[in-house]
Every structure is written in C-alpha cells, then in structure tokens.
C-alpha cells in the first residue's frame, strides 16, 4: 500500500507542477524577444516539457523561414555566409521584380525586401521555446542535454 500511495504522490506532485507551470505560461503572458531574430545558443534541443514548443517552431523553420530565405535567394537580397563573397540572384526575373516594386515605393508583403530576416516569420515561435527551454534546461533531468559531448577518435577527420 505505501508504495502505491507513493507513486500516487510523485504522479500528483508532477501533475501539479505541470498544471501551475501552464496557469504560470498564461499569466505571464505572451513572450518577447529582445533584439533580431536569431536562435538561442542550445538550439536544436528538445527538453522534456517544450516538447510541443519545439515542434511547432521545427514545423515553422521548415515551411515558412525556408521559403523566406528562398524567396530572398532568388532575388538576391540574402547575406553571404563568408566574408569577400558577392550574392548574385539565382532568379533574374524574381530579382527585377522586387527592384521594381522597391523602386516605386509600393509595400507588398509577399515579396522579400533588402534586410529582411527569414527567422521573423517565427518570431513568437522562437520566443516561446527560448522561455520554456531557459526553464526547462535547469532541470536535472535535462541538464544531459547542455552537456558537451566528445567525438571519439576513429571517428574524427583524419588531419593531412
């Protein structure tokens, strides 16, 4: 009987907590991000508890922050990965487009404009995971996933 009663505890003290931490999610309101839109140092992370978090801003980068960035490859508005490189468009006709539109002074949302962020099109979404990751990851059942981890040496590149 005491261990049941035990287990009926832990499930119950763990029930609460997770209620409490949700009441605490809508009272808080909704989150903010200071600054550009960028990832948090632990991305791609998915600690117990910002499961459903995670998700949704997985689903985010994949669908509408990819087809941002390659809207605004094709007309040449995206930033070189190295120093000393120049961007060209890949699509001239999508690059003329968007020079026209910018030239007239006209605000289409649809098209990428110079300086643009991909990552703003998930902007709440990134807000949300880094509040419930900060949260989360200083949990002791979590902390593994901060941990730097060692490549073994048969599997590292050969030095020339």
């Known amino acids: 009987p ?3 009663s035990n287990l009926f505890t832990y499930k119950s003290n763990k029930l ?14 909704k989150p903010t991000l200071e600054g550009p839109s960028i990832l948090p140092n632990y991305f ?6 910002c499961e459903s978090h995670a998700e949704k801003l997985f ?15 094709a007309a040449g508005l995206h930033k070189s990965y190295f120093p000393g490189v120049a961007v060209k468009a890949t699509d001239e006709y999508a690059a003329k487009k968007v020079e026209q539109v910018i030239k007239s002074g006209e605000n289409v949302d649809s098209l990428p404009q110079p300086g643009d962020n991909p990552l703003d099109e998930c902007r709440d979404l990134i807000a949300y995971y880094k509040r419930c990751c900060d949260r ?7 902390w593994i996933l901060t941990e730097p981890y ?5 599997y590292r590149y050969k030095k020339s």
């Open 2 to 4: 005491s261990n049941v």
């Open 136 to 142: 989360e990851l200083k949990k002791k059942h979590n």
């Open 44 to 49: 791609p992370v998915q600690p117990k508890g």
């Open 16 to 29: 609460l907590k997770m209620v409490f931490g949700r009441i605490r999610d809508a009272i808080q309101g």
């Open 150 to 154: 060692r490549v073994q040496e048969e």
């Open 59 to 73: 689903k985010c980068l994949a669908t509408d922050a990819t087809a941002k960035a390659r809207d605004m490859e």
